[in-house]
């Protein structure tokens, strides 16, 4: 097997797996990274969404050997301290539920914004469309992003 050097949340990591090895299961089992979760396995409901040089990626279907020299982060590195706007705004509007879905939705959600910090109600709704909440907190994630949107 391969050894992988990985980029991940600012520090290297090495991982020996195979070539196919979704990139989901080197962060879970092979790093520790709990954070981010398995939801489906065939990139329908978000729940294992991670940052790929900064665009939202599903990780349960990334391929460790398409990263190559790609900058990771997970829900982990977002913030040191949990501090992140999306982070902030989901604490203060109260998002979670059960809160499976909740760090794929805020990685989604901190992508979108990078992007674009003040997006249009159609512009989050097209955005987090891939980030299935089993809860159907969906309003609430809405009102969290559009408040994290005027704290970045």
Same mark, same amino acid.
């Given at each position: 097997?391969?050894?992988?050097?990985?980029?991940?949340?600012?520090?290297?990591?090495?991982?020996?797996?195979?070539?196919?090895?979704?990139?989901?299961?080197?962060?879970?089992?092979?790093?520790?990274?709990?954070?981010?979760?398995?939801?489906?396995? *065939?990139? +329908? @409901? &978000?729940? #294992?969404?991670?940052?790929?040089?900064?665009? $939202?990626?599903?990780?349960?279907?990334?391929?460790?050997?398409?990263?190559?020299?790609?900058?990771?982060?997970?829900?982990?590195?977002?913030?040191?301290?949990?501090?992140?706007?999306?982070?902030?705004?989901?604490?203060?509007?109260? *998002?979670? +539920? @059960? &809160?499976? #879905?909740?760090?794929?939705?805020?990685?989604? $959600?901190?992508?979108?914004?990078?992007?674009?910090?003040?997006?249009?109600?159609?512009?989050?709704?097209?955005?987090?469309?891939?980030?299935?909440?089993?809860?159907?907190?969906?309003?609430?994630?809405?009102?969290?992003?559009?408040?994290?949107?005027?704290?970045?």
């Amino acid at each position: 097997m391969p050894a992988y050097n990985l980029l991940i949340n600012g520090k290297q990591h090495t991982a020996d797996v195979a070539a196919d090895t979704p990139l989901l299961w080197v962060l879970r089992d092979h790093l520790g990274l709990l954070g981010t979760k398995y939801g489906c396995g *065939v990139a +329908q @409901c &978000g729940a #294992c969404t991670v940052h790929l040089n900064g665009a $939202a990626v599903k990780s349960c279907v990334l391929p460790v050997s398409a990263i190559k020299t790609s900058a990771v982060t997970t829900i982990e590195g977002l913030s040191e301290l949990g501090d992140h706007p999306v982070q902030a705004a989901w604490d203060e509007v109260d *998002v979670p +539920q @059960c &809160g499976y #879905c909740q760090a794929g939705q805020i990685m989604t $959600a901190a992508a979108l914004l990078k992007k674009n910090a003040h997006p249009a109600d159609k512009e989050i709704a097209a955005a987090m469309n891939g980030n299935i909440c089993r809860c159907g907190a969906y309003h609430r994630i809405h009102e969290a992003i559009k408040l994290a949107g005027t704290k970045i």
